[in-house]
């Protein structure tokens, strides 16, 4: 038996849900450039979940019950009071989906109409979970769901406590949705994992909320603006860069697995950061960006993956930075809650070996006979 490291080329399940295929990323076959351009947060959500994209009337009923259920039980705002302030949001809200399991009556039931319904309550939940910590954390009270908005605006609404701006709303939309699903990730894997145990869905959301906070995956965004504000000024760009590359160190938010040629998501982020600097006359960290990407193309080959703009874009917005795993977490609960689905419909224990590279057989040595 020989390992094959970070399972690199391993094809592990079979999935209807999103593709990745000659660098071209589809969700249930539709190109993403085509979703990013057109679709809201919430048709991919009905997509990812239902294979079809919804009509107006099915949409309009998701919109509803995502709202319905997005405001979380009074026993879950005591337990966020109960948290340090200082507490990383991402594990935070590790800790309160995991909590979460603890007030839905169906957290047991496997059936799949209960799954659904907790796939669409959690789904619903995050954004509050988020936004709640965030308010606490800043000494204020939390603001509840806003009846009649769609998710991206309720969010921002959530967020920042006022009616969001329509360009806001706009570019949180189109991040939901290029960050929605992304074929076997390491999150989702190990949510596939979680499932395929016959655990329940909040435990398979947990997992993947924990795998995701890591800077390798879903960590990266906030690590971009650590090495962003590092910088500081474009003209240090080319310094700060060459030497971490000598040092053998990783620049956030470039190479990618999958993607040799580039990550179809980056360019709508891209644009995004370019047209958000442009409207709020700041320049300065979609400038340095672009920088960085030329030194590190240069040097290396490497492009872009979708972590590295969306530093910028969440910046531009005004959101803090540890809140740009948590976005994506909001975002990734759409196609980790869809892949769990999948994998009870067609379950089997994910349960592979390992390559054994320790000692041969040894004696035991009696405890009093041992250096
Ligand atoms: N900066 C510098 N060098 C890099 C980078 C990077 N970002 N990414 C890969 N390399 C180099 C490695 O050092 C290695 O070089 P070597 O062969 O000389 O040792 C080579 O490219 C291959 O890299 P691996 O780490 O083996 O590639 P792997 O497929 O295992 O990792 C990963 C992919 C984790 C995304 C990697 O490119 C990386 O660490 N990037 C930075 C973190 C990041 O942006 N993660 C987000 C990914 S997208 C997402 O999860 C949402």
Known sequence: MTATKGLEGVVAVTSGISSIIDGVL?????????????????????????????????????????????????????????????????????????????????????????????????????????????????????????????????????????????????????????????????????????????????????????????????????????????????????????????AKEKIMGFGHRVYKDGDPRAKHLQKMSKQLAELTENPTWYDMSTKVEQIVTGEKGLKPNVDFYSASVYTYLGIERDLFTPIFAISRVSGWTAHVLEQYDNNRLIRPRAEYVGHGNRPYVPLNERP
């Open 26 to 246: 589809t969700y249930r076959g539709i190109n993403i450039d085509s979703l990013a351009e057109h679709a809201s947060f919430e048709e991919v959500l009905y997509l990812l979940w239902h294979g079809e994209l919804p009509n107006r009337a099915q949409l309009d009923d998701l919109r509803t019950q995502l709202i319905e259920n997005a405001d979380i039980p009074a026993e879950m705002v005591t337990q966020i009071k109960s948290y340090p302030k200082s507490a990383n949001p991402m594990a935070v809200l590790r800790s309160l989906v995991s909590a979460l399991a603890l007030y839905d009556d169906e957290a047991e039931d496997l059936s799949r109409d209960a799954n659904f319904r907790k796939a669409l309550r959690v789904t619903a939940k995050m954004p509050t979970l988020v936004t709640a910590f965030n308010h606490y954390r800043h000494g204020r009270e939390y603001v509840k769901p806003k009846a009649g908005y769609t998710f991206a605006q309720n969010f921002l609404y959530m967020l920042n406590g006022q009616e969001p701006s329509s360009t806001a709303v706009e570019a949180i939309d189109k991040a939901l949705v290029l960050h929605a699903d992304h074929e076997l990730n390491a999150s989702t894997f190990a949510s596939r994992v979680t499932t395929a145990t016959l655990s329940d869905l909040y435990s398979a959301i947990t997992t993947a909320i924990g795998t995701l906070k890591g800077p390798l995956h879903g960590g990266a965004n906030e690590q971009v603006m650590v090495l962003l504000e590092e910088i500081g000024s474009i003209d240090r760009a080319e310094e700060v860069i060459k030497a971490k590359l000598a």
